[in-house]
């Protein structure tokens, strides 16, 4: 099977989700108090997702397609 890459719009929403899911836990700490586990998740999951997108952004531009 050929290997397809991700619409543009897609990569970015992924670095978006993952920079918010990474910062929301630390700006809404004062107000809501989130369990470690879940926050901790919260974070690595937004990281996680924020590699993601760069990764898939680094190889779309090294294929030289548009974008």
Do not use: Y
Not at 28 to 53: N, Q, S, T, W, Y
């Amino acid at each position: 099977m050929k290997f397809t890459q991700p619409p543009m719009l897609i990569i970015r929403l992924m670095i978006a989700g993952g920079l918010l899911m990474a910062t929301l836990p630390n700006l809404f700490a004062e107000h809501i108090k989130f369990p470690d586990f879940l926050r901790g998740m919260l974070i690595g999951l937004g990281i996680g997702l924020e590699f993601a997108g760069f990764i898939l952004l680094r190889r779309l531009r090294r294929t030289g397609t548009p974008c």
